[in-house]
């Protein structure tokens, strides 16, 4: 009964993303004017974008003369990319100008644009892989663990970042190995999780959050190991960029903290850390008038301390990984394709959940809610599907913060 009920879970997964894809393609066939929106980000937006701005900027090693807020390893990887590229793209003035960003794209020739091709199915039949290795533990038939690898895969988030080139799904593969053998007998492979998690985190600095993990499960010196490792990846790429390491730290640090970088396209000219304090000043009347704005962000780093908190008293490996997962994407300076790492919880809670209860239906629900790739039109995307988005979160929160032990 209980494998069953099990099987019920995953089919009804099945076919809510089955009848959402199929949703999908209706109105991409019928009705698409060039606006379409996922959930939580649009659908053709820009393809390949952020995989562009990533290769030309690395091209010359010395990206930090322009706006490129990413650490150095993913500068010496984009760089590597280049390589294989006939002609190269040479930076633009205004970086954000995704009209003369595209420009220089089509000028470089096709190699760029097969470059990205390549690379997101590289990393999507890896994922496909890892995916379907950890589903190996549930005693499930090949054709459904085929299933479920590929309709997984169906995340908006993921799909949205496939899209786009972003290197966030490179950093969600990395951490699917690392969430997969972090806590092996082997030592080797042990090692290559702790090891993945490192570089994870510098290729996505948030990535670092799910070294909670590591926390959680008394693996002290792993958290020391996993630091140490990160701290190495970090410094020593800085060497091999063009002007040696104090030119490219000090330019690194003038992208993340915003002081004196020459095409800043953050967030209205301003980096994210300037503007996190700003707001840090507003909540405290620091020169100014409280703002009734930063209230939401307020709560949210509340909410994710709590979750943090619970983190310790969870049994279940997928509710610690639901509750990392929330606490990365509660942090109010990340994107719609952060969302991408949702694939996570859902997965072990696929392959750890037995039994088909109201609170798992409950959790199922959720998950769908937030990342299935049903579409909605550009008219109510920051309006209603912002505010239910948000609800749901919370929802999903609350129902891992209130959890009996």
Same mark, same amino acid.
């Given at each position: 009964?209980?494998?069953?009920?099990?099987?019920?879970?995953?089919?009804?997964?099945?076919?809510?993303?089955?009848?959402?894809?199929?949703?999908?393609?209706?109105?991409?066939?019928?009705?698409?004017?060039?606006?379409?929106?996922?959930?939580?980000?649009?659908?053709?937006?820009?393809?390949?974008?952020?995989?562009?701005?990533?290769?030309?900027?690395?091209?010359?090693?010395? +990206?930090?003369?322009?706006?490129? +807020?990413?650490?150095?390893?993913?500068?010496?990887?984009?760089?590597?990319?280049?390589?294989?590229?006939?002609?190269?793209?040479?930076?633009?003035?205004?970086?954000?100008?995704?009209?003369?960003?595209?420009?220089?794209?089509?000028?470089?020739?096709?190699?760029?644009?097969?470059?990205?091709?390549?690379?997101?199915?590289?990393?999507?039949?890896?994922?496909?892989?890892?995916?379907?290795?950890?589903?190996?533990?549930?005693?499930?038939?090949?054709?459904?663990?085929?299933?479920?690898?590929?309709?997984?895969?169906?995340?908006?988030?993921?799909?949205?970042?496939? $899209?786009?080139?972003?290197?966030?799904?490179?950093?969600?593969?990395?951490?699917?190995?690392?969430?997969?053998?972090?806590?092996?007998?082997?030592?080797?492979?042990?090692?290559?999780?702790?090891?993945?998690?490192?570089?994870?985190?510098?290729?996505?600095?948030?990535?670092?959050?799910?070294?909670?993990?590591?926390?959680?499960?008394?693996?002290?010196?792993?958290?020391?190991?996993?630091?140490?490792?990160?701290?190495?990846?970090?410094?020593?790429?800085?060497?091999?960029?063009?002007?040696?390491?104090?030119?490219?730290?000090?330019?690194?640090?003038?992208?993340?903290?915003?002081?004196?970088?020459?095409? +800043?396209?953050?967030?209205?000219?301003?980096?994210?850390?300037?503007?996190?304090?700003?707001?840090?000043?507003?909540?405290?009347?620091?020169?100014?008038?409280?703002?009734?704005?930063?209230?939401?962000?307020?709560?949210?780093?509340?909410?994710?301390?709590?979750?943090?908190?619970?983190?310790?008293?969870?049994?279940?490996?997928?509710?610690?990984?639901?509750?990392?997962?929330?606490?990365?994407?509660?942090?109010?300076?990340?994107?719609?394709?952060?969302?991408?790492?949702?694939?996570?919880?859902?997965?072990?809670?696929?392959?750890?959940?037995?039994?088909?209860?109201?609170?798992?239906?409950?959790?199922?629900?959720?998950?769908?809610?937030?990342?299935?790739?049903? $579409?909605?039109?550009?008219?109510?995307?920051?309006?209603?599907?912002?505010?239910?988005?948000?609800?749901?979160?919370?929802?999903?929160?609350?129902? $891992?913060?209130?959890?009996? +032990?």
């Amino acid at each position: 009964m209980i494998a069953q009920n099990n099987k019920n879970l995953q089919k009804a997964y099945v076919i809510a993303i089955v009848l959402c894809l199929l949703e999908l393609f209706i109105y991409l066939l019928l009705f698409d004017t060039g606006g379409t929106y996922f959930y939580i980000g649009q659908v053709n937006a820009d393809p390949g974008i952020d995989f562009y701005q990533s290769i030309m900027f690395s091209e010359g090693l010395d +990206p930090y003369r322009y706006a490129f +807020p990413y650490p150095p390893l993913t500068v010496l990887l984009c760089n590597f990319l280049s390589l294989f590229c006939i002609s190269p793209m040479h930076p633009i003035p205004n970086p954000s100008n995704i009209d003369q960003l595209l420009e220089e794209v089509y000028s470089s020739g096709f190699a760029v644009k097969n470059l990205f091709y390549l690379s997101s199915m590289l990393v999507i039949v890896l994922l496909f892989y890892f995916i379907y290795i950890c589903l190996n533990a549930k005693k499930i038939s090949e054709a459904r663990k085929v299933i479920l690898s590929i309709f997984l895969l169906a995340n908006s988030g993921l799909l949205c970042g496939i $899209v786009r080139g972003n290197l966030i799904v490179l950093s969600l593969l990395l951490l699917l190995i690392f969430i997969m053998f972090y806590n092996d007998d082997n030592k080797i492979v042990k090692n290559i999780a702790l090891l993945s998690l490192a570089i994870a985190f510098n290729i996505k600095s948030y990535a670092a959050i799910f070294g909670l993990l590591l926390l959680y499960n008394k693996q002290y010196k792993d958290c020391v190991k996993v630091a140490i490792i990160s701290i190495v990846l970090f410094i020593v790429p800085f060497y091999f960029l063009r002007n040696g390491f104090t030119y490219n730290f000090g330019g690194f640090l003038k992208q993340l903290f915003g002081f004196g970088a020459q095409t +800043p396209f953050y967030i209205g000219g301003r980096s994210i850390p300037i503007l996190v304090l700003e707001k840090i000043k507003r909540l405290f009347n620091v020169g100014g008038q409280l703002s009734i704005k930063i209230i939401p962000q307020v709560f949210a780093l509340t909410v994710s301390i709590a979750l943090f908190v619970k983190g310790f008293t969870l049994k279940q490996n997928w509710k610690r990984i639901l509750a990392v997962t929330l606490i990365m994407i509660l942090l109010p300076v990340n994107f719609g394709y952060i969302f991408s790492f949702m694939l996570l919880p859902i997965l072990f809670f696929l392959i750890e959940e037995e039994s088909l209860t109201l609170s798992n239906v409950l959790y199922l629900m959720a998950f769908l809610f937030l990342t299935a790739p049903f $579409v909605f039109t550009k008219m109510n995307f920051t309006s209603t599907r912002l505010i239910l988005c948000n609800v749901m979160l919370l929802f999903l929160s609350g129902m $891992v913060i209130f959890e009996k +032990p």
